[in-house]
């Protein structure tokens, strides 16, 4: 897998939407462990992990899949390098 940290929840969220647009699926779907619904029933708390729960917000997968095509990586670069926060 490829991840991004992007600088905020904001911009993770904005080159989500740049990609969606660009025709491209990226996803986040960390979530700390101590804020499942495991991690809360053993008493899990938020901000009991700050940069845990920080990182979370941030982070990006990029798109990445056995038989992905040099193209379509290419695709993935060229319009993460486009975005501009």
């Known amino acids: 897998m490829f991840y991004l940290i992007m600088p905020s929840l904001e911009s993770r969220q904005a080159l989500i939407s740049h990609l969606a647009g660009c025709g491209i699926l990226a996803v986040f779907h960390y979530l700390p462990l101590h804020l499942s ?13 700050p940069v845990t ?32 926060c």
């Open 37 to 49: 619904p495991m991690g809360l029933r053993f008493g899990g708390q938020q901000g009991a992990c």
């Open 53 to 84: 729960e920080d990182l979370s917000d941030r982070l990006l997968r990029l798109p990445f899949f056995t038989g992905m095509s040099s193209s379509e990586q290419n695709q993935v670069i060229d319009a993460v390098r486009a975005f501009r």
